[in-house]
């Protein structure tokens, strides 16, 4: 479980690029967020710290473990994200390295002292992120969601996604698939797999700025220039369906009510807030 854990919380870390890739310098710098969970109370989920335009260390919190985790990034002489040194609370270091091939960005690679236990490839359609292979060595462990932590920070359709893999692959060994990405405009329209039928659609996006848009090209509500208004996941005859509530100061959110609902019930059911403050 640790470390399928940390690779999660490491790709939530990443820093990936902005107009130049590798280069995150966005309008409005994020300062903190903050997370409200159902029959809970606003709690400090994250911390950002800046050097001028350069953002250099982000403390991950929780409710059970106060500061559970720190990321440090360090860049190249053309300011670009070259590795991200992920601190956890009461284990090791964990570190992941981001290489380019001729302005974009190629590989991610995660390593725990030195091992190499997860990538990412990337591959392009012109300037925009088409592919995502992602490869896990070693075994796979089949609790991912048991960890609330991680279900707190990672986009719900991800780890159903994952999951979903792991349970039928069954595998201890390597395990490899890919995400199939199109866009609408400046915007993800869809996400295939080739692992199985499965879709996650996105629509409904407003026309205000995206603050993590580009932050991390391996999560998939980051790769758009607006923010998305309603996420579908179908799988054989399963559908559920997340949808986001967005107010807005100066033309970047400050609030998200995120409420979900499956075609078991159709009731929505409000899975947490997201509240951010900027510099």
């Known amino acids: 479980m640790k470390k399928l854990s940390l ?18 310098n966005p309008d409005k710098k994020i300062k903190r967020i903050y997370v409200e969970m159902p029959n809970d109370v606003k709690r400090l989920s994250q911390e950002w710290t800046w050097d001028k335009n350069l953002l250099t260390k982000i403390d991950t919190y929780s409710s059970l473990w106060g500061l559970f985790a720190t990321a440090n990034f360090e860049y190249d002489n053309k300011e670009r994200v070259i590795k991200v040194v992920t601190e956890i609370k009461d284990v090791s270091e964990y570190y992941s390295t981001i290489s380019y091939n001729k302005g974009k960005y190629d590989r991610i690679e995660f390593y725990d ?22 490869t896990w060595y070693g075994e796979i462990i089949m609790d991912l969601k ?7 920070i990672i986009p719900k359709e991800i780890i159903d996604k ?10 201890k060994g390597k395990y490899v ?20 039928t499965a879709t996650h659609t996105y629509e409904n996006y407003d026309n205000k ?24 996941y179908t799988s054989g005859g399963y559908i559920n369906t997340t949808k986001y509530e967005y107010t807005y100061n100066d033309n970047f ?16 059911t409000i899975r947490r807030k997201t509240y951010y403050e900027y510099q």
């Not at 091992?115 to 012109?126: G, R, T, V």
């Open 177 to 196: 698939a890919t995400m199939k990405i199109s866009y609408s405009g400046n915007n993800l329209s869809e996400i295939a797999y080739d692992t199985s």
């Open 113 to 134: 002292e030195d091992s190499l236990y997860a990538s990412y490839e990337f591959q392009y359609d012109k300037n925009k992120v088409s592919k995502i292979i992602y």
């Open 209 to 232: 700025s995206n603050p993590f848009y580009s932050f991390d090209p391996t999560t998939p509500q980051h790769l758009s220039k607006n923010n998305v208004g309603k996420i579908t």
């Open 253 to 268: 959110p400050i609030e998200v009510v995120e409420k979900y609902s499956s075609i078991d019930d159709g009731s929505a």
């Open 146 to 152: 048991k960890c609330s932590f991680i279900s707190m």
């Open 7 to 24: 690779l999660f919380i490491a790709l939530c870390l990443i820093l990936l690029g902005c107009q130049k890739e590798g280069i995150y």
């Open 162 to 171: 994952t999951y979903e893999d792991m349970q039928k692959s069954g595998s």
